[in-house]
T-cell receptor, first 110, second 118 residues
Framework: KQEVTQIPAALSVPEGENLVLNCSFT??????LQWFRQDPGKGLTSLLL?????REQTSGRLNASLDKSSGRSTLYIAASQPGDSATYLC?????????FGTGTRLKVLA | GAVVSQHPSWVICKSGTSVKIECRSL??????MFWYRQFPKQSLMLMAT?????????EQGVEKDKFLINHASLTLSTLTVTSAHPEDSSFYIC??????????????FGEGSRLTVL
């Protein structure tokens, strides 16, 4: 059974810091991994999608890496801003199903 | 990016009533949609996979008679919470993937529906 864990569960940083969010999964037989952002009481916004054959994806200040063999992915956020404050979720996909991680609640202080 | 619309965004109902939530893919077709439930400060848990033109597939522990799913077209799936009780109060989110992108395509989510059962 696939289990997805995110560390840390919560993170508070001053504005401008670079930070790394971690996602680990137990079954490396995945099709892809997707990072999402969720604001309080809202749905999910897709940030980055990494296919199983890819090592990383970049979008603006965000960079996500994938090491399938070790069951790990990281989301790197450069020059963090207060507007980045949200919960970040990773999800691993196999077939049509996604299993979500526990989430990291990020707060960027102005 | 692709848009998934969910309605209503919030609903309050009395215990024992039924509530229907709609999920629409606005600019793509989806043979498969997914329904998730999220309790406060917890992650998303997959409830069921909605299949166009056939029965939904429910995850272990999810009562299919309580959470009725209908996927009558390639752009619409509905979740009906029957005889709702306070413990059904939760945030329900649907998602869909463009069928043209296959099993590895990006998953798009609706804005969610917050259900409160009094």
């Amino acid at each position: 059974k696939q289990e997805v864990t995110q560390i840390p569960a919560a993170l508070s940083v001053p504005e401008g810091e670079n930070l790394v969010l971690n996602c680990s999964f137990t079954d490396s037989a995945i099709y892809n991994l997707q990072w999402f952002r969720q604001d309080p009481g809202k749905g999910l916004t897709s940030l980055l999608l990494i296919q199983s054959s890819q090592r990383e994806q970049t979008s603006g200040r965000l960079n996500a890496s994938l090491d399938k063999s070790s069951g790990r992915s990281t989301l790197y956020i450069a020059a963090s801003q207060p507007g980045d404050s949200a919960t970040y979720l990773c999800a691993v996909g196999r077939g049509y199903k996604y299993i979500f991680g526990t989430g990291t609640r990020l707060k960027v202080l102005a | 990016g692709a848009v998934v619309s969910q309605h209503p965004s919030w609903v309050i109902c009395k215990s024992g009533t039924s509530v229907k939530i709609e999920c629409r893919s606005l600019d793509f077709q989806a043979t498969t949609m997914f329904w998730y439930r999220q309790f406060p400060k917890q992650s998303l848990m997959l409830m069921a996979t909605s299949n166009e033109g056939s029965k939904a597939t429910y995850e272990q522990g999810v009562e299919k008679d309580k959470f009725l799913i209908n996927h009558a077209s390639l752009t619409l799936s509905t979740l009906t919470v029957t005889s709702a009780h306070p413990e059904d109060s939760s945030f329900y989110i649907c998602s869909a993937r463009d069928q043209a992108s296959g099993a590895t395509g990006e998953l798009f989510f609706g804005e969610g529906s917050r259900l409160t059962v009094l």
